[in-house]
């Protein structure tokens, strides 16, 4: 047996699925997940000593790759001068300036945990701020775990939402508005009708989450400019976009700036470091400035802050246009492959985030996305992973690119994935 299968039979006794997160326990794909035993550069190593090239990268953060050696020293050094002080430090300065540096549209900047504590907070302080309790996400966009945001939207018109898991009262759902992404109209006509009871638009600017699917022209200025008429407050959740897409985020590739934003993943370094920012007048809303209550006991751990401090340094014009060229290499490499085997099936790709849907593209919005064999996907990430190559293991997640990724890594996964792609059109 597997160091992994026995790891996770293990597991399964006494953790919840076996997996402290539940996309982990590769139910979307089946097989058995890979305990991970270490990682360094584009590679992860399981308990068994196999070698995977990565395309999940702990789901964004490693951009740089797996046990950067500045990174790594970084965090030596930060713990050897005590773990956590629960006291304001040099270092949490340091990491809200280069936050603001980076992001114009960011005046002011709290640290949290976690991408679900930051779109939590941002929306507590866009409602502190507006007074107003109606918020609007987009179907297929996730932004966390919170109550009020696990709601997915009823099909065609706008709908109120009804939660999405168990233990979500209705009560909490019941001010979450979903519309469908990329749907310009439906956002409009739910202002005219809405208009002065909605605090917020929260939206992933490249969506991650249903597979990676990019705004159309002209949609992410679309929010910003009908929060602005209406005295909303747009949140750009750049928990996986940002510093992904580009140094600055996609607002930063677009050239337009949201009201607030929230960041995580790559900002931390690959620790529970997240943020939320923005506007100066709605930041200073958060307490101990105004009423909107939010803390946390480990909220710029030095550790986490120095971890993040030695990523940003390193996010510099020369990594984006390597990332930006090793994507354009897999997207064309595995789009040839889907081609030469005719499987319906699609790449889309925004700088290093990609997802190679089962459907016939192009995916716009969820609708779109649903439309993709998750069978057929489970078979291709299976076939993937037995020849060393480790994709999300779920259709509707985005893969990603690293800067330790090289040119021989992403050819080697295309012709993988050729292979692949064969067996199952000989066996369709
Ligand atoms: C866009 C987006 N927002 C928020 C979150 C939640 O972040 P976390 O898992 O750190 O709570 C995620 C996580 O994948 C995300 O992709």
Request: charged share 20%; hydrophobic share 45%; glycine share 10%.
């Amino acid at each position: 047996m597997s160091q992994s299968t026995e790891l996770f039979s293990r597991a399964q006794r006494v953790i919840p699925g076996g997996v402290n997160s539940p996309v982990r326990a590769f139910r979307a794909v089946g097989g058995t997940p890979r305990f991970i035993a270490r990682a360094s550069g584009a590679y992860l190593y399981d308990e068994d000593k196999v070698k995977y090239i990565d395309y999940v990268g702990s789901w964004g953060p490693m951009i740089l790759g797996h046990a950067h050696p500045d990174v790594v020293f970084a965090i030596q050094d930060a713990a050897a001068r005590g773990t956590s002080y629960g006291a304001p430090t040099a270092l949490e300065v340091t990491f809200a300036e280069a936050i603001t540096a980076l992001y114009p549209s960011i005046e002011m900047v709290r640290a949290v945990s976690s991408g679900t504590e930051a779109t939590m907070s941002a929306i507590r302080a866009a409602r502190g701020y507006t007074g107003r309790d109606v918020i609007i996400k987009f179907e297929g966009c996730y932004h966390g775990h919170a109550d009020f945001l696990l709601v997915k939207a009823g099909s065609g018109a706008a709908t109120f939402g009804v939660p999405d898991s168990a233990g979500v009262p209705a009560k909490a759902a019941e001010n979450t508005l979903t519309l469908p992404f990329n749907d310009k109209s439906a956002l409009l006509r739910a202002f005219e009708a809405r208009g002065t009871a909605i605090a917020a638009v929260i939206v992933e600017p490249v969506v991650g989450n249903m597979g990676c699917v990019a705004p159309h022209d002209g949609f992410l200025e679309a929010i910003v400019e009908v929060c602005k008429r209406n005295g909303a407050v747009s949140i750009f959740d750049e928990v996986m976009t940002g510093c992904r897409v580009a140094k600055s985020g996609m607002q930063g590739r677009v050239g337009i700036k949201p009201d607030m934003t929230c960041l995580g993943k790559i900002i931390g370094g690959g620790m529970p470091l997240a943020a939320y920012g923005g506007r100066r007048s709605i930041m200073e809303t958060v307490a101990p400035l105004g009423p909107v209550y939010q803390a946390g006991t480990l909220s710029g751990n030095p550790i986490a802050v120095s971890a993040a401090l030695a990523t940003i340094k390193h996010l510099d014009d020369s990594l984006y246009e390597k990332l930006e060229r090793l994507g354009a290499q897999i997207e064309a490499g595995l789009n040839a492959a889907i081609a030469d085997a005719k499987i319906e099936a699609c790449v889309q790709r925004v700088g290093s985030m990609f997802t190679l849907f089962m459907t016939r593209g192009p995916v716009n919005n969820w609708e779109d996305a649903k439309r993709s064999d998750t069978a057929l996907f489970g078979r291709f990430h299976q076939g993937m992973l037995a020849r060393g190559h480790y994709f999300p293991p779920a259709q509707f997640e985005a893969a990603f690119i690293s800067g330790a990724h090289t040119e021989d890594d992403i050819a080697n996964t295309v012709i993988a994935a050729r292979e692949v792609l064969h067996s199952l059109r000989a066996a369709i």
